[in-house]
């Protein structure tokens, strides 16, 4: 079983920057890939950024350039730093494990970008 607690999230003017953390706890080896997911009200959870174990890191387009996700394995902790914001970055964010072929989802953090 694997909890992930986030924070970090918040409300930040157009152009600001916030940095997300998720921290993974529980009885588990290793993690094979931690990443970040985000809710707009009103459409679908989407990828945000995602890296593996390994390093190999995917973001979406619209956060390229914009956002870089870190991960601390030593500490199973992931990072996303989240810079020129945009209000069309406003949604719940979510921070996602996989193990062993499971996802697992932290309990999501508010980000609020007004313009």
């Known amino acids: 079983q694997v909890q992930l607690v986030e924070s970090g999230g918040g409300l930040v003017q157009a152009g600001g920057s916030l940095r997300l953390s998720c921290a993974a706890s529980?009885?588990?080896?290793?993690?094979?890939?931690m990443g970040w997911y985000r809710q707009a009200p009103g459409k679908e959870r989407e990828l945000v950024a995602r890296?593996?174990?390994?390093?190999?890191?995917n973001y979406a387009d619209s956060v390229k350039g914009r956002f870089t996700i870190s991960r601390d394995n030593a500490k199973n902790t992931v990072y996303l730093q989240m810079n020129s914001l945009k209000p069309e970055d406003t949604g719940v964010y979510y921070c996602n494990a996989l193990l062993v072929g499971t996802n697992y989802w932290g309990q999501g953090t508010q980000v609020t970008v007004s313009s």
């Open positions: 890296m593996s174990s390994g390093g190999d890191t």
């Open positions: 529980g009885s588990f080896f290793s993690i094979n890939a």
